[in-house]
């Protein structure tokens, strides 16, 4: 049983940084994809940025430039890093994890994720 906490989430002004925490309880085979997602009300729960067991990341469109994903194995933690803030990056952003499937690499779709936090709110203005 996987269990996932976020943490980090702030209201900052437009261009600001912050980075979030998700702390990930249990491992294995559930948790070889980790992503995270973020929503806001009325919309979908879009995918954010993905890696998985063999390192590979994934990003939504062109937020690569602006977002990193990354983990410390060492603390079973898994980090976004979000720098120069839009208000449109306002959201909950949810920590995600999932078991391999087949050869499908750092997927950003939330029916490939099983276990999810309760999410932490990103404001920005």
């Known amino acids: 049983h996987v269990q996932l906490v976020e943490s980090g989430g702030d209201s900052v002004q437009v261009g600001g940084s912050l980075r979030l925490s998700c702390t990930i309880t249990?491992?294995?085979?559930?948790?070889?994809?980790m992503a995270w997602f973020r929503q806001t009300p009325g919309k979908e729960r879009e995918g954010v940025a993905a890696i998985d067991g063999a390192g590979t990341t994934a990003y939504e469109g062109s937020l690569k430039t602006r977002f990193t994903i990354s983990q410390d194995n060492t603390k079973n933690t898994l980090y976004l890093e979000m720098s120069s803030l839009l208000p449109e990056d306002t959201a909950t952003y949810y920590c995600?994890?999932?078991?391999?499937?087949?050869?499908?690499?750092?997927?950003?779709?939330?029916?490939?994720?099983?276990?999810w936090g309760q999410g932490t709110q990103v404001t920005v203005s």
């Open positions: 249990g491992s294995g085979e559930n948790t070889y994809y």
């Open positions: 995600a994890t999932g078991r391999r499937v087949g050869t499908v690499v750092a997927p950003l779709s939330r029916g490939m994720y099983r276990s």
